[in-house]
């Protein structure tokens, strides 16, 4: 499912307009983003978090030269899975 078809999706279990629906879906995956970028656990109970994890600085191998390259610190974000998304999909 893309972006697209949740807001279809949302305009028709909600009886409400597209533009709605986008302006909803926006500001849900907005905020989302914004509380990460901010350093910020989400949690949507029952079904997944998502959390960012900081890095540091390590001395990684460039694959094509086999040259020594230093890796600067960094931070990613990472999904984990709820117990009972897993048990939905896994049923």
Known sequence: MNKLELISALKNEASISKSDAAKVIQIFFGSMADAMAKGERVEIRG??????K????YTGRNPKTGAKVTIQPKKLPFFK???ELKERVDY
């Open 54 to 57: 900081s890095y540091k600085s």
């Open 47 to 52: 079904l997944c978090s998502f959390f960012v």
């Open 81 to 83: 899975c709820g117990k």
